[in-house]
């Protein structure tokens, strides 16, 4: 059970390149996440999906494209990067909330991507 | 919309120190919260969770509880370790797709 999975760990990127961060979950969850963490700003979520098929935008998602065609996996691009892109990515995935308790969401350990 | 205001770091404390990481939010309805710990180079993971009102989450001697008067879920533990150095983040989840509003984080660095 490898839980979440991102590849690959490190990137560098010239502006205006393109690239596909993956990641992979192996809990059978229905809800993905990717996020994107800056120092002294937290995790913003950029994109989510509640299920195969289906994505949707977070609070950050300028810049960024997703797809989930497969329920285990979800993909993030970045059509033409920007050095503002420069930034640590983590996905993460859940189970559906429950009546009103939401579950805990589980992360993978990120890629660091500069963009030069 | 929600909200989670978190004490800024760096914190500083010697071993077996007490810890306070105080935590508030804003929110509608219910929320859960959450505290994530972020170990150096690693992503982030669940530390404590409390589902609704005055319930107490804990673990590995970390405690907080759901304060719904003070919109508060302060972290606490009775005597750090080295061990306990890293980036702690308070989090509240709910309402679509269950997403979480994180805050900003704060770094504990526990010396000898």
């Known amino acids: 059970n490898a839980g979440v999975t991102q590849t690959p760990k490190f990137r560098v990127l010239k502006t205006g390149q393109s690239m596909t961060l993956l990641c992979a979950q192996d809990?059978?969850?229905?809800?993905m996440y990717w996020y994107r963490q800056d120092p002294g700003m937290g995790l913003r979520l950029i994109h989510y999906?509640?299920?195969?098929?289906?994505?949707a935008k977070g609070e950050v998602p300028d810049g960024y494209n997703v797809s989930r065609l497969k329920k285990q996996n979800f993909l993030l691009g970045l059509e033409s990067a920007a050095p503002s892109q420069t930034s640590v990515y983590f996905c993460?995935?859940?189970?559906?909330?429950?009546?009103?308790?939401?579950?805990?969401?589980?992360f993978g350990p990120g890629t660091r991507l500069t963009v030069t | 919309g929600n909200s989670v205001t978190q004490m800024e770091g760096p914190v500083t404390l010697s071993e077996e120190a007490f810890l306070t990481i105080n935590c508030t939010y804003t929110?509608?309805?219910?929320?859960?919260l959450f505290w994530y710990v972020q170990y150096p180079g690693e992503g982030l993971q669940l530390l404590l969770k409390?589902?609704?009102?005055?319930d107490k989450g804990s673990n590995k001697g970390f405690e907080a509880t759901y304060r719904k008067e003070t919109t508060s879920f302060h972290l606490e533990k009775g005597s750090v370790q080295v061990s306990d150095s890293a980036v702690y983040f308070c989090?509240?989840?709910?309402?679509?797709?269950?997403?979480?509003?994180f805050g900003t984080g704060t770094r504990l660095q526990v010396t000898l």
């Open positions: 993460a995935s859940s189970y559906p909330a429950r009546d009103r308790e939401a579950y805990e969401q589980y």
């Open positions: 809990m059978n969850h229905e809800y």
């Open positions: 999906s509640v299920g195969e098929g289906t994505t």
């Open positions: 929110a509608t309805g219910y929320p859960s």
């Open positions: 409390a589902t609704k009102a005055d």
């Open positions: 989090a509240l989840g709910g309402g679509t797709a269950s997403k979480l509003t």
